[in-house]
């Protein structure tokens, strides 16, 4: 079957058949999309013409407000094929006049899409005024599959018929090549397959009369002469194939051994490669939070002297408006003791003007959200003080169930009803560290997990050990992280939360922490499918 559809007759019939519906269909289409422009062009010329010669009648009753009028002239503007609605407006007033479709289903329908409107301006009639001005429009609403009412039936039947014709001359095509080229071309071939390739001049080939004197009969005749040629050379090729073969087995052994020794080679350095990649990498990011660490650190001793003055300055600041309040109360009672009624009137301008009322309500409220930013400041220069080098300080053995349990219990996890948190780390060997730091590290990476499950959840934390490492898992449910957020995750000021809802340094303290531990932190996360951090202990103090 495959071989049949791979003949020169075959493929001459698909191309024959397969170019005649091809510019069939391109021609019919051409003369469709022709006739299809032009009755659109010609509907859209009469309605114009249309509004034209209604234009004047329309802007006499308008200027007269003549309702039965203007109906009138809307209601035969209907009358046109494919026109749905018509409406005429007043631009000064916005007044308008509408008949057909409402204005909703023309602007919000289902249909909306297939309306679209044309409209001419209405001139304040020429015996009311020497120049006239614009009052309004006339506007129309046309639906434009009904201007193709009928239209693709006939640009359908058209197609077909002009499909029908090329097919039918295909066919006649079809069955004189067949007749007069391709049947005397597969009898030729048919002899030609009967050729014994071991006697190539055994078989004389030639064409029928019908072809004769054309270029196949001196391909043939070429061909007869080349099958005596190739009887000759075949003894030779034979003891030339033999040689070869030979020298074939011989180097492929010698290629396959060859090609062994590189892949081993390549493979080893392909290792090498990655694991040096990887070293490379974990040893940039140390230097970067090792720099990051020293100017952090700097920053938190600068930071933090001013913050202190201007916190006490703060409190201080606070006794004495309290103070001068309760004067002004004082001031304002002893008014009454007052006998000068200018020096009176001139108190009660002054605190009016001072709003006292609203500086005694409003103070507190300034004083108390300066604390507050105060504390904010200050808690984010004692999370940049973790960046400073702290591994020669000693380390302690310390229970990790414990420090997460401390660092649960300050976050008040699990004590509602949305977020629930389940704990699997019993059994672990205590990890020498600095426990305050270590609670840091579970307690920023809980409460990153908490803020992430907004309406609930539920937070799994599991441990294990395995060749000298221990690894605590913190898995949520939450909305998890993208790409570009993943990559940045660990980055200082880096948050994805609003504005001041955090400081962008909870992920980057921990991953500064486990790094002057000797250990590693790990985030693995998917939009919609939550986010898993992966802490890794070393089991002994680490160089």
């Not at 309306?115 to 001139?123: D, E, F, M, T």
């Not at 009928?150 to 066919?171: Q, S």
């Not at 004389?204 to 005749?221: I, K």
């Not at 007052?338 to 301008?349: F, G, M, R, T, Y």
């Amino acid at each position: 079957m495959a071989g049949r559809l791979s003949s020169i007759e075959s493929k001459l019939t698909v191309y024959v058949l397969t170019f005649s519906i091809l510019f069939g269909v391109l021609f019919s289409g051409i003369q469709i999309g022709v006739d299809y422009v032009g009755e659109n062009r010609r509907y859209f010329e009469n309605t114009a013409d249309l509004l034209q010669n209604q234009s004047a009648s329309a802007a006499l009753s308008l200027f007269n407000y003549d309702n039965s009028a203007m109906q009138t002239i809307l209601d035969s503007l209907l009358l046109t094929p494919a026109v749905v609605a018509s409406a005429i407006i007043e631009d000064a007033t916005g007044y308008e006049k509408r008949a057909g479709l409402s204005k909703a289903v023309l602007n919000n329908g289902r249909d909306a899409g297939h309306y679209r409107s044309r409209r001419v301006a209405l001139k304040e009639p020429a015996m009311y005024s020497e120049e006239p001005r614009v009052i309004g429009h006339l506007e129309i609403w046309v639906d434009e599959r009904l201007i193709r009412e009928g239209f693709e039936r006939r640009a359908f039947i058209t197609l077909v018929l002009d499909v029908l014709r090329n097919v039918v001359l295909a066919f006649v095509l079809i069955m004189l090549f067949r007749a007069r080229l391709t049947n005397p071309i597969k009898r030729l071939m048919d002899r030609m397959k009967d050729i014994d390739p071991a006697h190539p001049d055994a078989v004389r080939l030639q064409v029928e009369s019908s072809l004769r004197h054309s270029e196949l009969d001196d391909l043939v005749r070429k061909m007869n002469v080349l099958m005596a040629a190739m009887k000759a050379e075949i003894a030779q090729r034979q003891q030339a194939e033999q040689r070869v073969r030979q020298l074939n087995e011989q180097l492929e052994e010698k290629v396959k051994a060859r090609t062994q020794a590189l892949n081993d080679s390549n493979h080893q350095l392909q290792s090498s490669l990655d694991e040096l990649q990887r070293t490379q990498d974990l040893l940039l990011q140390a230097q970067r939070m090792a720099a990051m660490g020293h100017l952090a650190a700097g920053m938190a001793h600068e930071i933090n002297n001013p913050i202190a003055v201007v916190y006490s300055n703060i409190a201080t600041l606070s006794e004495y408006l309290t103070e001068l309040v309760r004067l002004a109360d004082q001031y304002q009672e002893a008014e009454s003791l007052i006998a000068d009624k200018a020096i009176v009137q001139a108190l009660e301008e002054l605190r009016t003007g001072i709003d006292l009322d609203f500086v005694r309500a409003d103070a507190p409220d300034l004083v108390s959200a300066s604390k507050q930013s105060l504390e904010r400041v200050r808690n984010i220069v004692a999370e940049l003080r973790t960046f400073a080098d702290e591994s020669n300080q000693p380390k302690d053995p310390a229970s990790l169930e414990e420090i997460l349990e401390e660092a649960i219990a300050e976050l008040q996890l699990g004590r509602s009803d949305n977020i629930h948190v389940v704990r699997l780390l019993s059994h672990l060997p205590q990890v020498p560290c600095i426990g305050r730091q270590i609670r840091l590290v579970f307690r920023n990476i809980l409460h990153n997990a908490q803020d992430a499950m907004a309406e609930g959840g539920t937070i799994e934390i599991a441990g294990d050990e395995k060749d000298g490492i221990i690894e605590v898992v913190v898995k949520d449910n939450g909305k998890g992280m993208t790409e570009e957020e993943l990559s940045c995750a660990v980055n200082p000021f880096f948050t994805s939360k609003e504005i001041g809802q955090g400081t962008g340094l909870g992920l980057t303290v921990a991953y500064n922490i486990m790094l002057n531990h000797g250990g590693e932190l790990l985030i693995d996360s998917e939009p919609g499918h939550g986010t898993q951090v992966t802490l890794r202990f070393p089991a002994q103090t680490s160089a």
